[in-house]
C-alpha cells in the first residue's frame, strides 16, 4: 500500500472537481442539442395553423375528460425556449443536486414536443399511450431494482434476465397446479431468490466473475425453462400446467374516478400499484435505514466495513438473495400479470434493458422507475407509430430507448457512479 | 538430453502431477460432469423411466441409464452419422446414399463456422479484458451488409466477389464494434450495457432494412433478394451436404488471431491491456487505442460470422436468422479460455452437439433446449474449477488460475 500525501489527496480532489465540472457541461450541452432539435426540426416542419389534439380517455375507463387541443408551433417553440433556458443555466451555474431531476424534466419536455409535431393535424389518445406505458414500465423497473438491491452490494447482476425467466415459468406451474395465485406467486418469488442464491454461491464463495456467474445463469435459465416447457407445458396433454390465470384489474375507489390520471395510474392490476410500493419502500430502506447504510457500505467500500465488524459475505449474500426475490416478483409479471401462460423465452431481454434501466436511472429506484417509464413509453409508442401523422417507422422509435441510453451512459454517467466496490470479490485478509 | 530410466520414471510422475493439476484435465472432466447431469435430466424427465422404478429400483435405474444412453446415441449418430449406414452405403458405392450417410459429420461442420467465428470475436475481447456481449448484434449487422454486397454489387468475378462480400460483413461488425470501443475508451460508457443496447438497435434496424430498403419486391414476406451466384461460398460436395469453405475460412482467422495475439507486439500489447491496464499504462501502451481497435476486430470477426451464414448457407436474409450464435459465442469462448484453439476446439465441440440434438430431438423426443444446459453447467464448471477439483478430489493448481480479466461498469 502507498501513503497518500495531501499533495496527491489536493491532485486527486481537483480531478474530481474538473470531472464534475465536464459532466456538469456535457449535461448542458444535451439540453441545448434537444432544444435546438426541437426548433429544427420539429417546429420547421409544422404549418402555423396546425393544431394538436391529444384524446385524454384511455377507452374504457370510466372517468370521462375533454379533449385537449393546442396550437402546435407555439407549443414547440415554448418547449424549445424552455430547454434552452434550462441548457443554458445547467452550463452557467448547474442544477447541483437537482440535475438528475431537470433531467427527468427535460426527457418529459423533450418527448411532449415530439408528440406535440407527430400528432399535428391529427389526434394521438396520450391517455392510452401513458396507460400502456405504466404496464410496460412493471417489469422493467422491478428488474432495475433487484439490480439495485446486488449491486449495491456490489454484486453485479447481469443474469436479471435468467431469473425472471425462471420465476416466470416456475409461477406459471405452480399457480396451474395448485390453482391458486398466490402460490404461484410465491414459488415464483422463491424461485428467483433461488437463483440469486446460486448467483451468489459462484460469485461470492467460489470467486467466478460476477458477469461471467450472470452469463451461466442466464444461459442455464433460457436452457432449462425451454427444454421443461417444450417437454411438457406446451404439450396438448399437459395443458394444464399451462394454465396459471391471471391477477386481475383493481380499481382504486375514489382515484380512479379522477379523469385522465385515474385510469393511468389506478386502474390497473396489482403489479403496478407493487411497483410504486417497492420503489418507495427501497428507497427508504436503502437511503433511511441503518440496514441501507450498510448495504451500501459493503458496496462503496467493503474493507472498512468489515473493519467495522459488518459482516460482508453475508451482506452480499442477502442483496443477491433479496435481488433475486425481487426478480422472481418481477418474473411472475410476465406470466400472471400480462399473458396468463408461459411461453419460450418470453421474457425477450426486458431483464437486460431492466439493467440499462438501473445504470440510467444511477442506481436509485426512483431514477430506475423513471427510466423505466421512459423505455415503457418508447415501447408503447411504437405499437402505435402508424397512427401518427409522421412518417416514422415503428422499428426507429423502438430504438429510442437504446439510443438514449448510450447517450446518457456515455455522456452523463460515463465512469464512477457505480458503487465502488463493484465487481471485484472480497478476500477477508 | 538424456535420459535414465529412473528418471523417466519420475518425469511421468511429474507429469502426472502437471497434468492433474492443469486446467487441461479440469475442462475434460467439466465436459464430462456435464454430459452426465445432462443424462441424469434426460432420465428424470421420461415417464418410462418412473414407470419403471414402480417395478424395481434395479428396473428403474436400468431403464435410466438407457434412456441417457439411447439419447446420447441418437446424439452422436446425429452429429457424425450412423456408422452402420455409413458402411452400407459405401458398400453399395452408391453416390448420392454416400453423401447422405455422411452428411451429419459435415453438416456439423456446418453448424461449427459461426461459432468459430464469433468465439474468436468473443475470446479477442476477453484477452482485451473486454466483454463483448455484442456479437448477435454483430452477427445480424454482418449478414446484412455481406447479403447487400452479395446480391447489389454486379458483375465481379467469383474470385473477387467472395472476398468483397466477406469484407463488407466484416466491415458492419466492424462497425458495430467500433461505437462501443470508442464510447468505453473515451468516456468510460462499459461495454456490457453499450453493446447490449447496440444488440437492440440491431435487431431493429435489420427488421426495417429487411422491411424496406433490401426487400425482395417479388415477396411478400421481409426478405432480401437471393445473392449472386458469384458472391455463393463454394461447396465443396453436391446435394445434400452444405459444407463450404467458409470452415476454412474461419480456421484460417482462428490461425490469424492466434498470430496476432501472441507473435505480434500489437497482440502483447493487447494483452497487456487485458490483463493490467495499469502496468500497460505505464509502459507506454496506448489504452485508448487499443480498446477501440480490439473492439472493432472482434466486431469484423463477428460480422464475418454472419456474412459466412448468408454467403454459404442461406443465400438470402431472412428475419431471425440467427439462433443465438452470439450468445452461445460467450460461452464458447470461456470454454475454450479464450485461445483460438482452443475456441476451435469447443466450437467443433458445440457445432456437433448442436447438430446432433437436432436429429435426437426428431429421434427420441429430446428437446434441443439440453445443448444450453450443457452450456451452462460446463461453463459454470470451467469458470469455477475448485468445484471439479473439490468433486474428483484434484491437486490445488499452483498459481492462481483466472479465466478473464474483466472490470466491473467503472471501466
Known amino acids: 500500500m502507498t501513503t497518500t500525501t495531501d499533495a496527491q489527496i489536493e491532485q486527486k480532489s481537483q480531478g474530481i472537481l474538473k470531472l464534475e465540472r465536464r459532466r456538469r457541461i456535457t449535461m448542458g450541452i444535451l439540453f441545448l442539442a434537444a432544444a435546438v432539435f426541437i426548433w429544427l426540426v420539429f417546429a420547421s416542419n409544422v404549418e402555423p395553423g396546425m393544431e394538436t389534439r391529444f384524446m385524454m380517455n384511455p377507452g374504457g375507463g370510466s372517468a370521462e375528460a375533454a379533449d385537449w387541443v393546442f396550437p402546435s408551433l407555439a407549443y414547440l417553440n415554448m418547449i424549445a425556449g424552455i430547454l434552452g433556458l434550462l441548457g443554458a443555466f445547467q452550463i452557467i451555474r448547474g442544477f447541483g443536486k437537482y440535475t438528475y431531476g431537470v433531467l427527468a424534466l427535460v426527457s418529459i419536455l423533450f418527448i411532449f414536443g415530439f408528440l406535440t409535431w407527430a400528432t399535428a393535424g391529427g389526434q394521438t389518445n396520450l391517455a392510452g399511450l401513458l396507460r400502456v406505458m405504466v404496464v410496460r414500465a412493471v417489469p422493467l423497473t422491478l428488474g432495475a431494482m433487484s439490480g439495485i438491491l446486488c449491486e449495491r452490494g456490489g454484486i453485479i447482476n447481469i443474469a436479471i434476465e435468467g431469473m425472471m425467466l425462471t420465476s416466470a415459468f416456475v409461477s406459471t406451474v405452480f399457480a396451474s397446479l395448485s390453482h391458486s395465485l398466490i402460490v404461484g406467486l410465491l414459488a415464483g418469488v422463491l424461485a428467483g431468490g433461488l437463483m440469486g442464491l446460486i448467483h451468489g454461491w459462484l460469485s461470492i464463495k467460489h470467486k467466478i466473475n460476477q458477469i461471467i456467474s450472470g452469463t451461466v445463469i442466464n444461459i442455464f435459465a433460457t436452457g432449462i425453462t425451454s427444454f421443461l416447457s417444450s417437454k411438457y407445458i406446451q404439450k396438448v396433454e399437459f395443458q394444464y400446467l399451462n394454465e396459471p390465470g391471471m391477477f386481475p384489474q383493481i380499481n382504486v375507489p375514489i382515484l380512479s374516478e379522477i379523469p385522465f390520471i385515474g385510469p393511468i395510474l389506478f386502474s390497473h392490476n396489482m403489479y403496478v400499484f407493487a411497483m410504486f410500493f417497492f420503489v418507495i419502500f427501497l428507497t427508504f430502506m436503502l437511503f433511511k435505514t441503518r440496514w441501507g447504510l450498510r448495504l451500501r457500505s459493503v458496496g462503496e467500500h467493503p474493507k472498512a466495513a468489515d473493519t467495522l465488524g459488518i459482516n460482508v459475505h453475508r451482506t452480499q449474500y442477502m442483496a443477491v438473495i433479496l435481488g433475486g426475490l425481487m426478480a422472481g416478483f418481477g418474473g411472475t409479471y410476465f406470466s400472471l400479470g400480462s399473458s396468463g401462460r408461459f411461453d419460450e423465452v418470453m421474457t425477450a431481454g426486458r431483464g437486460f434493458i431492466g439493467l440499462a434501466a438501473m445504470i440510467f436511472g444511477n442506481w436509485h429506484p426512483v431514477g430506475a422507475m423513471g427510466a423505466g417509464l421512459l423505455f415503457g413509453f418508447f415501447d408503447s409508442l411504437s405499437a402505435k407509430a402508424s397512427l401518427l401523422q409522421v412518417p416514422l417507422p415503428s422499428e426507429f422509435i423502438g430504438m429510442a430507448p437504446y439510443l438514449a441510453t448510450i447517450i446518457v451512459l456515455a455522456g452523463v454517467i460515463g465512469r464512477g457512479h457505480a458503487p465502488a466496490a463493484e465487481g471485484e470479490p472480497y478476500e477477508k485478509e | ?411
Open chain 2, 1 to 411: 538430453m538424456e535420459k535414465t530410466t529412473e528418471n523417466k520414471k519420475k518425469s511421468l510422475s511429474v507429469f502426472w502431477d502437471e497434468f492433474s493439476s492443469s486446467n487441461f484435465l479440469v475442462i475434460l472432466l467439466a465436459i464430462f460432469t456435464g454430459i452426465l447431469l445432462g443424462g441424469v435430466l434426460v432420465a428424470i424427465t421420461t415417464n418410462e423411466v418412473y414407470d419403471a422404478f414402480r417395478v424395481s429400483i434395479w428396473s428403474g435405474l436400468g431403464t435410466a441409464l438407457r434412456t441417457a444412453w439411447n439419447t446420447y446415441v441418437a446424439l452422436f449418430t446425429g452429429s457424425v452419422g450412423d456408422p452402420e449406414k455409413i458402411r452400407l452405403a459405401f458398400a453399395s458405392g452408391d453416390q448420392l446414399a454416400i453423401r447422405r450417410a455422411i452428411n451429419p459429420f459435415f453438416e456439423s461442420l456446418v453448424q461449427s463456422t459461426p461459432y468459430i467465428f464469433g468465439g474468436l470475436a468473443v475470446a479477442l475481447g476477453f484477452r482485451a479484458g473486454l466483454f463483448n456481449i455484442g456479437v448477435e448484434g454483430q452477427i445480424f449487422i454482418g449478414a446484412a451488409t455481406g447479403v447487400w454486397a452479395g446480391y447489389a454489387i454486379e458483375g465481379l468475378p467469383t474470385i473477387i466477389h467472395i472476398p468483397l462480400a466477406m469484407l463488407f460483413g466484416a466491415l458492419g461488425g466492424a462497425l458495430w464494434g467500433f461505437i462501443p470501443g470508442l464510447l468505453k475508451a473515451k468516456t468510460g460508457a462499459h461495454e456490457v450495457i453499450t453493446t447490449i443496447m447496440m444488440n437492440y438497435i440491431a435487431f431493429r434496424l435489420v427488421d426495417w432494412l429487411l422491411k424496406f430498403p433490401m426487400k425482395d419486391p417479388n415477396e411478400f414476406t421481409p426478405k432480401t433478394p437471393w445473392i449472386l451466384e458469384t458472391a455463393k461460398l463454394p461447396r465443396l460436395f453436391d446435394t445434400p451436404i452444405r459444407f463450404h469453405i467458409g470452415f476454412f475460412i474461419a480456421i484460417l482467422m482462428a490461425v490469424a488471431v492466434y498470430y496476432l495475439l501472441f507473435k505480434t507486439t500489437w497482440g502483447f500489447e493487447l494483452r497487456m491491456v487485458g490483463s493490467n491496464p495499469n502496468a500497460a499504462r505505464y509502459a507506454g501502451v496506448k489504452i485508448t487505442k487499443t480498446t477501440i481497435l480490439a473492439m472493432v476486430l472482434s466486431g469484423a470477426l463477428a460480422g464475418m460470422a454472419g456474412a459466412n451464414e448468408v454467403l454459404g448457407v442461406n443465400y438470402r436474409l431472412l428475419p431471425a436468422f440467427s439462433s443465438g450464435y452470439g450468445f452461445d459465442s460467450i460461452a464458447l469462448a470461456l470454454l475454450g479460455k479464450t485461445h483460438p484453439l482452443g475456441v476451435i476446439l469447443s466450437s467443433l465441440l458445440f457445432g456437433f452437439l448442436r447438430n446432433g440434438a437436432r436429429s435426437m430431438q426428431l429421434a427420441v423426443g429430446v428437446p434441443i433446449d439440453i445443448v444450453s444446459i450443457l452450456q451452462a453447467v460446463i461453463l459454470a464448471f470451467i469458470a469455477a474449477p475448485a468445484i471439479i477439483r473439490t468433486i474428483y478430489r484434484l491437486r490445488e493448481p499452483k498459481h492462481k488460475e483466472d479465466l478473464v480479466s474483466l472490470r466491473s461498469w467503472k471501466g
